[in-house]
């Protein structure tokens, strides 16, 4: 089972990077890492997804080394908007399928 | 327009009734997830399901009890056996694939008093 582990929160100011990492020792070869981002009383919401090297959206980057056992999410130049829990999950293929298990999350403050 | 749907957005009840938690979606997604999440904290699996009349349970599904009878609905009942069921209840849904994106619901604030 691919637990994730990430630190509990972050702080940050208005148009730094930001780079968050997450650590999951136990991924398996099929298993995908994905990030979320959830505002307060609201549902969480897709940022990025990758399996290896690096990709890039609109909205962040997605670091992962060669072995896999971390990810890094990174910001660039962060707002105040970007005040959110992050969340990162590795995608585990069960005999039942997908089983979207979340972590406590990291908690991102950017401030002016 | 496609999206989930969660309703009530607000939900209250008295303690030892059953209540019931609605979630629709016209995604065709296959999957679909419930999550409970209390204040300063993450989300925590409570069922999720990959096809119709098939369901498994996530890691606290005690007290609470689902149906699929639709591919596009996966009602949550919060039964008098749960403890502490005064949360916010997240609903979630899929396609079955590695590289799958979760679609949530805006969510149900259930309040027991």
């Known amino acids: 089972l691919a637990k994730t582990t990430q630190p509990i929160s972050m702080d940050s100011y208005e148009g730094q990077e930001v780079n968050i990492t997450c650590s999951h020792n136990?991924?398996?070869?099929?298993?995908?890492i994905t990030w979320y981002q959830q505002f307060p009383s609201q549902g969480p919401r897709f940022i990025i997804q990758g399996y290896k090297t690096k990709v890039t959206n609109e909205v962040a980057s997605l670091f992962i080394p060669a072995d896999r056992k971390s990810s890094t999410l990174s910001l660039p130049r962060v707002s105040l908007s970007d005040t959110a829990v992050y969340y990162c999950?590795?995608?585990?293929?069960?005999?039942?399928?997908?089983?979207?298990?979340f972590g406590t999350g990291t908690q991102l403050k950017v401030e002016l | 327009d496609g999206g989930i749907t969660q309703s009530p957005k607000y939900l209250f009840r008295k303690e030892g009734q059953n209540v019931t938690l609605s979630c629709e979606q016209n995604l065709n997604h296959d999957a679909m997830y419930w999550y409970r999440q209390d204040p300063g904290q993450g989300l925590r699996l409570i069922y999720y399901s990959q096809i119709v009349n098939d369901f498994q349970k996530g890691d606290i599904a005690e007290g609470y009890s689902v149906s699929r009878e639709k591919k596009e609905s996966f009602p949550l009942t919060v039964t008098s056996a749960q403890k502490n069921p005064t949360a916010f209840y997240l609903c979630a849904s899929s396609m079955l694939s590695g590289n799958t994106e979760a679609f949530f619901g805006q969510g149900t604030r259930l309040t027991v008093v």
């Open positions: 136990n991924i398996a070869t099929n298993d995908y």
């Open positions: 999950l590795v995608v585990l293929l069960t005999g039942g399928g997908n089983k979207l298990t």
